[in-house]
């Protein structure tokens, strides 16, 4: 069947256009409409990943309303395993007809799930349902520029001023899929905000990374944070490689930082030819896994942003192979982080999507913590499959093995 002939069979044009003349808030209420008028669907609903990644929440009218939102459990529930495995899940239903689950995800950033329920779900059907939450997931990407529904929905806590700017400098999705590789990156925030930001961009040469952690909490920790991260955005975005992002970045704390200073780290990936530029300004050392052994990157270490003037920042080749998966934190993944072994944990995760196993070490911290963190804490987990292939297969931000299981 051709990809023209299953667009019209489906009406995915039909769905688009539907969404395009609604209200940005009822795009779900658009995809809805149009699996129960085509398959009878009942109990159409959206859940969508919450901001620290380890739950659900049920996204409804009374949501955008300020009322009451239905927050699920991520871990050890169908819910994780639809995401885990991006393959849709159908479970019997209560009526006696089929409930399913699937994946909302766009470019591997799991945005949620869709869940529904079916007088009937074969293959044909369930295939149908899938590609609806396909199209909703580029919707929600869409309209969510417009709207705070999708920010409410996510917040399972009230926000303070600094979490609300810290959040803010956050880039929109938490994981991207390209050829080269994969990452995945996440920021668990104390109540008093530390100070972390986490940031990526992929241009058509390469992929630029960077992890900080401005010194301090609260508001000030956070414009420490802002003055960091958008000097950095601001050099890059004019050209600057790696040595003068770090410059500038420092010179701007230095004038506006009110004798703040940051540590951080810079990292450039030649999609090209994969060779790898690192700054690290005073920075907790990567840890790679390679050939199923972690280890420690031992980095020369230079001063942290804004600390003294003048100073210089070193530019360092990372080695980097393919197969290879880095990780870059913040010192809170180890501060008083009731003995967490990252490294053991990496290994642990190794087969897991980034996505997962950034929520698996993430997931690991809160608990050894009891949910009372010392210190945000930040994770960047990117596989590194190669330069520039011809061509590559994804699996839509599956796990491999969870994805080619019956």
Same mark, same amino acid.
């Given at each position: 069947?051709?990809?023209?002939?299953?667009?019209?069979?489906?009406?995915?044009?039909?769905?688009?256009?539907?969404?395009?003349?609604?209200?940005?808030?009822?795009?779900?209420?658009?995809?809805?409409?149009?699996?129960?008028?085509?398959?009878?669907?009942?109990?159409?609903?959206?859940?969508?990943?919450?901001?620290?990644?380890?739950?659900?929440?049920?996204?409804?009218?009374?949501?955008?309303?300020?009322?009451?939102?239905?927050?699920?459990?991520?871990?050890?529930?169908?819910?994780?395993?639809?995401?885990?495995?991006?393959?849709?899940?159908?479970?019997?239903?209560?009526?006696?007809?089929?409930?399913?689950?699937?994946?909302?995800?766009?470019?591997?950033?799991?945005?949620?799930?869709?869940?529904?329920?079916?007088?009937?779900?074969?293959?044909?059907?369930?295939?149908?349902?899938?590609?609806?939450? $396909?199209?909703?997931?580029?919707?929600?990407?869409?309209?969510?520029?417009?709207?705070?529904?999708?920010?409410?929905?996510?917040?399972?806590?009230?926000?303070?001023?600094?979490?609300?700017?810290?959040?803010?400098?956050?880039?929109?999705?938490?994981?991207?899929?390209?050829?080269?590789?994969?990452?995945?990156?996440?920021?668990?925030?104390?109540?008093?905000?530390?100070?972390?930001?986490?940031?990526?961009?992929?241009?058509?040469?390469?992929? $630029?990374?960077?992890?900080?952690?401005?010194?301090?909490?609260?508001?000030?920790?956070?414009?420490?944070?802002?003055?960091?991260?958008?000097?950095?955005?601001?050099?890059?975005?004019?050209?600057?490689?790696?040595?003068?992002?770090?410059?500038?970045?420092?010179?701007?704390?230095?004038?506006?930082?009110?004798?703040?200073?940051?540590?951080?780290?810079?990292?450039?990936?030649?999609?090209?030819?994969?060779?790898?530029?690192?700054?690290?300004?005073?920075?907790?050392?990567?840890?790679?896994?390679?050939?199923?052994?972690?280890?420690?990157?031992?980095?020369?270490?230079?001063?942290?942003?804004?600390?003294?003037?003048?100073?210089?920042?070193?530019?360092?080749?990372?080695?980097?192979?393919?197969?290879?998966?880095?990780?870059?934190?913040?010192?809170?993944?180890?501060?008083?982080?009731?003995?967490?072994?990252?490294?053991?944990?990496?290994?642990?995760?190794?087969?897991?999507?980034?996505?997962?196993?950034?929520?698996?070490?993430?997931?690991?911290?809160?608990?050894?913590?009891?949910?009372?963190?010392?210190?945000?804490?930040?994770?960047?987990?990117?596989?590194?499959?190669?330069?520039?292939?011809?061509?590559?297969?994804?699996?839509?931000?599956?796990?491999?093995?969870?994805?080619?299981?019956?």
């Amino acid at each position: 069947m051709s990809p023209r002939t299953r667009e019209e069979r489906f009406g995915l044009s039909e769905i688009l256009a539907a969404a395009e003349n609604a209200e940005p808030v009822a795009s779900v209420d658009v995809v809805a409409g149009s699996l129960c008028e085509r398959f009878g669907a009942r109990a159409v609903s959206f859940l969508i990943v919450d901001l620290i990644g380890q739950g659900l929440v049920r996204l409804t009218h009374e949501v955008q309303c300020g009322g009451h939102a239905e927050r699920v459990a991520l871990r050890n529930s169908d819910y994780e395993t639809v995401l885990r495995t991006q393959r849709p899940r159908r479970l019997p239903a209560d009526d006696g007809g089929q409930r399913v689950i699937t994946p909302v995800t766009n470019r591997g950033d799991a945005i949620g799930v869709l869940e529904l329920t079916l007088p009937d779900a074969g293959e044909e059907v369930l295939r149908q349902v899938r590609e609806a939450a $396909h199209a909703l997931a580029y919707i929600i990407v869409t309209d969510r520029r417009f709207t705070d529904l999708y920010e409410w929905g996510q917040r399972t806590t009230p926000m303070s001023l600094a979490a609300e700017i810290q959040h803010r400098l956050l880039p929109a999705a938490a994981c991207c899929e390209a050829a080269e590789f994969t990452l995945a990156c996440a920021l668990v925030p104390v109540d008093d905000i530390g100070g972390d930001t986490y940031d990526y961009t992929l241009d058509r040469d390469a992929v $630029h990374l960077s992890v900080t952690d401005a010194m301090g909490h609260e508001v000030d920790s956070a414009i420490l944070a802002t003055l960091l991260v958008n000097a950095l955005r601001r050099a890059r975005r004019a050209g600057c490689d790696v040595a003068e992002q770090a410059q500038q970045a420092h010179q701007a704390l230095l004038d506006h930082g009110r004798s703040g200073f940051a540590t951080g780290q810079l990292l450039r990936i030649d999609l090209d030819d994969g060779h790898a530029q690192i700054v690290n300004a005073g920075h907790p050392w990567p840890m790679r896994l390679r050939d199923g052994v972690p280890e420690e990157v031992p980095l020369a270490v230079d001063l942290p942003f804004g600390l003294f003037s003048p100073t210089s920042y070193t530019v360092q080749d990372l080695d980097l192979r393919p197969g290879d998966r880095l990780l870059l934190y913040t010192d809170g993944m180890r501060e008083r982080a009731g003995g967490i072994d990252l490294a053991a944990l990496l290994l642990d995760s190794r087969d897991l999507h980034p996505r997962e196993a950034v929520r698996v070490l993430t997931g690991a911290l809160m608990d050894a913590c009891h949910g009372d963190l010392a210190d945000d804490a930040t994770v960047l987990c990117l596989d590194w499959y190669g330069a520039r292939p011809a061509s590559r297969h994804t699996t839509g931000g599956a796990d491999p093995a969870a994805a080619s299981s019956p």
